[in-house]
């Protein structure tokens, strides 16, 4: 009886591990930072050619193309529904325990600072506080960064900040696009946000007297001047954060943006805790440590996640075009969530301008990320993203 011949075992495939003299070596000024993560997952799906019919197969790479072309707004995306998360918890916290909001921006950061460079240290990212050519972007994040944490107090005035940011962005970097279909989305947005927001609601009607006379006081208008124009700062801000981060791009790791900012915040926030009209008071009750902690996790996750979906490049063959706006894009559905936590939290009911609102703001999202963008026509005198000028 013939023994059937068995043919030997195909080698397996393994991810190629780098030298140490490879993995020590500096991180170039021009040079671009990849994370070692990021290809276990950017891959094209292996699908059996026996099991998978044709259909399936077009599917499955139109779904696995979406995901690359759009991965950096998903993460913009992931990053608001933290950061709404922390708004909540930072109002719980303000309310109910009567910190100073100096104190609450400074336990945040900390957490964020802290768990930044831990991550660092273990991943042995290199070039921790970036490269020379880096470092000036870097500087300027952090202090974009401070200013934009402050520009929360119109909602309208600051969801201004994604749309300036495209726009300087399509001026400041090379072969960045801005192009005419998502302008038109992020108006619509913007015409969401004021439905939901309604800022002229309120603080138009003037107040009444005991004769019920309209009397405005010109303490209210002058509180609404003031928070008027701390609003655009922190548009302005926050603009200015969103356009470093897309500049810096792949020249530096996402979490040595994060430390930047969060070291500089931790730095201004700790001189204004100093000065004496600004209470000071340590946590008393096991909730108001955990809250803090809650508080600090999600401030992390929502500038990691921020800073790498700003900053995401697509792979080879994927089409870069209007990808840095596309991504910015996303910080509108900030809104969405934080509707969705008034409804869930305190309990408020959505009138029916929410609800239109709501769902402009998310078709925009939703065509922004199928929309397929004509490519951009290259230019003689544009250099690659890694050859900018730093200043």
Same mark, same amino acid.
């Given at each position: ?26 991180? +170039? ?8 993560? &990021? ?8 699908? *059996? ?5 044709? #259909?399936?197969?077009?599917? &499955? ?51 964020? @600072? ?12 290199? #070039? ?13 994040? #952090?202090?974009?960064? !401070? ?11 600051? !969801? ?17 696009? !801005?192009?005419?279909?998502? &302008? ?6 913007? =015409?969401?946000? =004021? ?9 138009? +009607? ?12 010109? @303490?209210? +208008? ?10 655009? =700062? ?6 200015? #954060? ?13 979490? =040595? ?132 000028? *730093?200043?």
């Amino acid at each position: 009886m013939s023994s059937r011949p068995t043919s030997p075992p195909a080698p397996s495939r393994s991810l190629p591990s780098p030298s140490e003299e490879e993995a020590d070596a500096p991180l +170039s000024a021009s040079s671009h930072y990849h994370d070692p993560a &990021q290809s276990l997952v950017e891959y094209d799906p292996l699908i *059996d050619e026996g099991e998978a019919s044709e #259909a399936d197969r077009t599917w &499955q790479t139109k779904l696995w193309t979406l995901w690359l072309v759009n991965k950096g707004m998903f993460y913009v995306i992931a990053s608001q529904a933290f950061g709404a998360s922390m708004n909540v918890v930072a109002q719980i916290l303000e309310n109910k325990s009567g910190m100073d909001p100096f104190q609450i921006l400074f336990a945040r950061m900390s957490i964020t @600072a802290l768990a930044s460079y831990l991550y660092m240290l273990y991943a042995k990212v290199p #070039a921790p506080l970036g490269t020379r050519p880096v470092i000036p972007l870097l500087l300027g994040r #952090a202090v974009f960064g !401070f200013f934009g944490v402050y520009g929360m107090f119109l909602l309208v005035i600051t !969801f201004l900040s994604p749309i300036m940011a495209c726009y300087a962005c399509s001026f400041l970097i090379p072969g960045d696009t !801005f192009s005419w279909r998502q &302008q038109v989305a992020a108006v619509v947005s913007l =015409v969401g946000v =004021v439905l939901i927001a309604r800022p002229f609601g309120s603080s138009s +009607s003037p107040s009444s007297d005991g004769d019920g006379h309209g009397n405005p006081s010109s @303490a209210d +208008s002058y509180h609404h001047i003031l928070a008027t124009i701390v609003a655009f =700062v922190g548009a302005f801000g926050a603009a200015g #954060a969103f356009t470093t981060i897309r500049m810096i791009g792949t020249r530096a790791h996402a979490l =040595v943006s994060v430390t930047y900012f969060s070291l500089g915040t931790c730095v201004i926030s700790l001189v204004a805790m100093l000065l004496p009209w600004v209470p000071f008071r340590l946590p008393s009750t096991v909730l108001e440590w955990t809250l803090l902690l809650i508080l600090g996790i999600c401030g992390f996750l929502l500038q990691y996640l921020l800073t790498a979906g700003l900053s995401y490049a697509p792979p080879p063959g994927i089409s870069k075009n209007g990808q840095g706006s596309r991504a910015t894009q996303g910080i509108y559905s900030q809104l969405l969530f934080a509707l969705l936590y008034d409804k869930a939290i305190w309990g408020a009911t959505l009138s029916p301008l929410s609800w239109i609102g709501s769902a402009l703001i998310l078709g925009c999202a939703i065509y922004v990320a199928m929309a397929q963008e004509e490519p951009a026509k290259p230019k003689a005198e544009e250099m690659d993203h890694a050859g900018f000028k *730093d200043c």
